[in-house]
């Protein structure tokens, strides 16, 4: 058997905050009361302060000198920089799923597919579609036998999450168009073609990247807005 892993109180607070934050429980550009907090979780200031420099590492907060720390507000250079990143590291995953994965985990990826698909018929909202891809995502990446990409991957993906939950990165008519080149990417893998299953990858985080970047100029000046409130 293998031995119970127990999270410390900075890694407990981490998991709980990052879990408040991908919630919704706070919005881009609101502050977070360290006392408040601190007494929300019955605990002492200490391990709140190394929780929020994990949370700054994975870029969920940012710790403003001499005046505290506030969720981050993504701008529209991160999001089209964090698209970019994903695409490439996604582009590297297929490429070597479409090589070595094993015919089995294939076929599997292209059933989850056709349940993805199925879901968007039927009207699933963002956060069930979000949560299938990452499903089907996380079974390519799995295969990744570097683990300091692997680790470089799960990362971004928190990330990613984060901006998804916030600003709902799709409408039924794009999650539909997404689900074309998920289709292509499910064929192009079961045909062992490398070079097609890294094109269907890119067009469906580069549909995503530009959906969202429409969307965070709409929301822009509700965001500045709400951030000067806070001020």
């Not at 407990?12 to 991908?22: G, P």
């Not at 919005?27 to 949370?55: C, D």
């Not at 971004?156 to 600003?167: E, V």
């Amino acid at each position: 058997m293998g031995q119970v892993q127990f999270l410390s109180l900075p890694d407990q607070i981490v998991s709980r905050l990052t879990e408040d934050i991908l919630k919704g429980v706070y919005q881009p550009g609101q502050r977070l009361k360290e006392q408040e907090l601190a007494l929300k979780m019955g605990t002492s200031r200490a391990p709140l302060r190394e929780a929020f420099r994990v949370l700054e590492r994975d870029g969920l907060i940012e710790i403003l000198p001499w005046r505290g720390v506030r969720i981050v507000e993504p701008t529209h250079q991160e999001v089209k920089e964090l698209f970019e990143a994903r695409a490439d590291m996604f582009g590297l995953c297929v490429r070597y799923v479409a090589l070595n994965g094993e015919i089995p985990l294939l076929k599997k990826i292209e059933v989850d597919i056709l349940e993805l698909i199925e879901r968007t018929d039927a009207g699933c909202d963002e956060r069930e579609y979000k949560e299938t891809t990452n499903a089907i995502s996380s079974q390519m990446y799995a295969l990744i036998p570097n683990r300091f990409t692997r680790a470089f991957i799960e990362g971004l993906r928190q990330k990613m999450l984060w901006h998804y939950c916030y600003m709902g990165i799709s409408s039924y008519a794009s999650r539909q168009d997404a689900n074309r080149h998920w289709q292509e990417l499910g064929a192009a893998l079961l045909e062992r073609d490398p070079q097609a299953a890294e094109a269907a990858a890119l067009s469906i985080i580069n549909a995503s990247k530009d959906f969202a970047l429409r969307l965070l100029e709409e929301k822009g000046p509700e965001t500045r807005a709400s951030a000067t409130d806070e001020d």
